[in-house]
């Protein structure tokens, strides 16, 4: 009886110790996973750092080519006026000037000519798209260092739904274009000279795309351009 009681109790341990064991190894596992999440949420963190890192060396690049390039103010010595000097010719890649439009349109202004569309093209009397320099134009030109010339909307005219007939003229919008949605500029317009640095023909229309939410505009903006840098970064990493 007593020997019956002691393999009862045996059995009994070894059950309580398999248990204790299978226990062990499961919160082992379970560990083993959190930290394995943990790791990627971090490698995902310093990848994201490298890319915010990349966005402000290349502000900071573009600063720093404005301060070289020279100011656009040139103090006349014996006037005392103020003449503004012929923009330069930029160096950017297309994505480059859409993000700095996007997020600090000042920094391209220096090489801007703000301009129009010519009044014979709006009445029709000729029948390509002309555009000509004017201080109260609704676009900015830009020259490009290869000699292309690039046309974007001047801040602040695509808010405005006067002016989206004159936009129309150099830009597809693709949305609605009621005037009551925040338009997004997605691709700059070509352009070749007539004059130079005066008159234009439009070569190339640009685009425009409606948007109805620009808290969420610029959040999606933000996540579509994060995308495409850590995309280029695992395409960089892959070829290394």
Partial sequence: MEFEKVVESTKFLLKSIKRLSDHILEAESTSRRQLEQQAKQTEDLFLRLAVIETELRETQNLIQRIIDEGKTIDQNSTSGIATRMEPY????????LLSTYDTAPSLLQPFARTCCVSKRSVVGTVS??????????????????DG???IIPRPGSTARSSQQKN???IFEIHGNAD?????EL?????AMTVEYGRRWVLSKKGLLATHSDPLKQSLEKRIRNIESRLSKQEEKQDLG
């Fill in 89 to 96: 010719a930029i160096g950017l890649a297309h994505e480059t």
């Fill in 128 to 145: 390509d798209t002309q555009i000509e320099l004017d201080s109260e134009g609704v676009l900015w030109i830009f020259e490009l260092i």
């Fill in 148 to 150: 292309d010339w690039w």
């Fill in 167 to 169: 936009l129309q003229r």
């Fill in 179 to 183: 005037g009551q949605d925040l338009l």
């Fill in 186 to 190: 997605i691709e700059a317009g070509k």
